[in-house]
């Protein structure tokens, strides 16, 4: 583990999908999958400007050792979240979260 314990204080579900066809469409599925530690803050202005950039909309920031992926789809307090962006540092990545309308199914 490269990120500390004691930074990572909350957790989060990654999710997987299946595809599912209903009336001649393909649907998503989203399902819970592993719970992860992490940490997640709100972005300040100051990482708007040093980290991210003014384009970014998301109002989350999430540090974790693992890695995943732009636009997966992450479960923070029952509330789904899309990763808008992310940024690789050497120990750790940053992840910009923004709110989702996805539904999970459990």
Do not use: C
């Not at 789904?80 to 940053?94: F, N």
């Amino acid at each position: 583990m490269l990120v500390s314990n004691r930074f990572l204080r909350d957790s989060i579900f990654t999710t997987k999908f299946i595809e599912k066809k209903e009336h001649m469409q393909t649907r998503k599925i989203y399902l819970r999958n592993e719970e992860i530690k992490v940490n997640i803050q709100p972005i300040t202005e100051k990482a708007i400007k040093t980290v991210w950039g003014s384009e970014i909309k998301a109002k989350w920031q999430m540090l974790s050792d693992k890695s995943l992926k732009v636009d997966d789809v992450v479960i923070f307090k029952n509330i789904s979240y899309r990763i808008e962006d992310k940024k690789e540092w050497l120990t750790s990545t940053v992840y910009a979260l923004i709110e989702s309308d996805v539904i999970i199914h459990d």
